[in-house]
């Protein structure tokens, strides 16, 4: 529908509700375990609901319309590597922006899915504001690292998945023996209980040799994963490895909060980040 009809007056009345209804749900981080991861999710959904890349806003119109105003909004949000490196002040800001924008439902509600299950840990672990700074700072390192290794490409990149890999990388060392329910597809989609130590390098392995197979077209940019997860467990490594974490791989023995589980983990791995 187009604007002005009565169907788009009712769904911008649904957008407004969305965005209440997020107001209402930040309000309520404070009596949430792991605030920071919540409000992480919260802010992603509700800019991606109100944004053109939903196609729920009948203002940024459809078809041709709509996909001209997501092609718009993803150059002014997202990392455009050619554009990154030439001193413009507001290209320098977009590694942060893009940590908030995402392609499609599918891109967005992967990436989502991956920091609930295992970003809650992670933060109680580190602390709120440790937390925080820490999946802004390595999720902006693997954005540049993957412009950086294509400096000349004109591909916009969007979405949180460097940052959640570096979550993942994180999760590895400080939970090794996190039972983690996986469900892999070529074994028939049946779902398995595995110790994150074989989980997540099983799934950095697959981001690595992706990575190399990748093209320089729209895609997933596996190597912003690569980056994010080795950033995540180098920071986890440095900062806990002297002390070593409980049932960390830092630590000298193995203590029971080693075999914390961890349900409804997806597989095989998390959507990257769009390049439309």
Known sequence: MRPGTPCSVHMISDTKTVAVRAVRALKALRTTPAPVTCALIVVCCALFVIGPASGLNPLDGTGDALLLAQRSYFRRWGVIPAELFTGSPRAALTPVTALFVHGSWVHLLGNMLFLYVFGAMTEQRMGRVAF???????????LLGYAAAHAASEQTLVGASGAISAVLGAFLYLFPRARVTSVLPFLFFLPLRLPAW??????????WVAAGQATHGPGVAYLAHVVGFALGFAYAWARYGRRGPRGGLGGLRWQPGGRTRVKAAPAPA???ENQP
């Open 198 to 207: 074989i989980v997540l390098p099983f799934w950095a392995a697959l981001q």
């Open 270 to 272: 998390p959507e990257g």
């Open 132 to 142: 925080l700074l820490f999946y802004l700072g390595c999720g902006c390192l693997a």
